[in-house]
């Protein structure tokens, strides 16, 4: 095999770089003393991008690349990657799914558990010591009873719908088109998803097409029982609306693995008790990160020895 270049614009899994090292070159900006230098006199020969988080990858770097074939992305959504640009170029962009789909469903329903039983703020009564001097209040809510409205019934929304059916928790669902394989009520928008619901499960890619779907008037809809949880995109929420909504018991509370600015967010979502902060921590396990690392590596490795890759997502379809 050819050795190719591959670029890394920023850190990644250890395991990313230990895979390709071998194989590639790699040209390794995060760390070095003059990213442009580097990146200029590389840029040439450059056939291959290993990303992931939040390092874009836009427009203007895939135009400085004129050899570039790949972009391999960690994690399966891609939102930093500009895959339609991608696609004008014959270049693809792959990224990191089935790998990563239970961790996330676990983490989705054990943040959907922490937010209706309150787990964080009794976990804060024992450790404060206000438990001696009284028992943590009964709560308001509670999954008995509720219907879960999942945004996005793709490989992970499928996933946290089977831990709902287990839990005897009703699953109703909107995508922008109903899926044939399942028999759980279909709603052809978010809002009147969120008014036949009391509990909205946000499971969808970020990007322009989802900006804000949930916003003042979906929270309205979704009532003054309503929980939202968010392990999808930070951006498919307003977190203005949000707070605003929390404030004023428009909606009773929400778990949020995920923000419109990470690692930043809104202070004012901390002084809520009943709310869930978590720190986009979905797939965050060793063992699955390092599937998703070696996933990675894998599709680069596929690419460049066999001219396919493995897991190209749908603007860049492979054949082409
Ligand atoms: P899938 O592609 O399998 O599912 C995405 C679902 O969203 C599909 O059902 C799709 O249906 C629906 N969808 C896409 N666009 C829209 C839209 N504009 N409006 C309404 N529905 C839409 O992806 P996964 O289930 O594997 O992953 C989903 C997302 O979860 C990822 O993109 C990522 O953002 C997030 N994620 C978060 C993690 C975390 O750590 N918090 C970890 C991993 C993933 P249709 O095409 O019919 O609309």
């Known amino acids: 095999m050819d050795r190719a270049t591959i670029l890394i614009p920023a850190a990644m899994n250890p395991l990313v770089t230990e895979g390709l090292s071998s194989r590639f070159e790699l040209i390794r900006l995060d ?75 676990d983490t989705a329903f054990g943040l959907l558990l922490m937010t209706v039983r309150e787990l964080s703020a009794a976990e804060r009564w024992v450790r404060s010591g206000k438990w001696l001097d009284k028992p943590y209040p009964l709560t308001p809510t509670t999954l008995r009873d509720r219907t879960l409205g999942i945004v996005g019934l793709g490989r992970i929304g499928l996933a946290i719908a089977r831990r709902a059916e287990a839990f005897g928790v009703k699953v109703a669902y909107h995508n922008r088109r109903p899926s044939p394989d399942v028999a759980y009520d279909y709603y052809p928008d978010v809002l009147s998803l969120a008014a036949a619901v009391d509990t909205l499960m946000i499971v969808v890619p970020g990007g322009d097409a989802t900006k804000h779907l949930v916003g003042r008037e979906v929270l309205e809809a979704l009532g003054p029982k309503g929980v939202l949880i968010n392990i ?81 997502v749908a603007e860049t379809p492979f054949p082409r």
């Not at 988080?53 to 004129?66: F, Q, S, T």
């Not at 959504?77 to 895959?83: E, I, M």
């Open 31 to 105: 760390g070095a003393p003059d990213k442009e230098k580097l990146l200029a006199e590389a840029a040439p020969r450059i056939r291959g991008i290993a990303c992931g988080g939040h390092a874009k990858v836009d427009a203007a770097l895939i135009d400085r690349l004129p050899k570039l074939e790949i972009v391999s992305n960690f994690g399966v959504g891609y939102d930093a990657v500009d895959a339609r640009h991608a696609a004008t170029r014959g270049i693809l962009v792959t990224n990191t799914p089935d790998v990563l789909t239970e961790e996330v469903a």
């Open 232 to 312: 999808g995109r930070g951006s498919v929420v307003d977190e203005k609306a949000l707070v605003e909504a929390l404030r004023s018991g428009t909606i009773h509370s929400a778990g949020l693995d995920v923000f419109e600015e990470e690692p930043c967010f809104p202070q004012e979502l901390a002084s809520f008790e009943r709310v869930v902060l978590l720190p986009h921590v979905g797939s965050g396990s060793i063992h699955t990160r390092n599937r998703m690392a070696q996933l990675v590596v894998d599709n680069l490795v596929s690419w460049f020895e066999t001219g396919k890759p493995l897991t190209p």
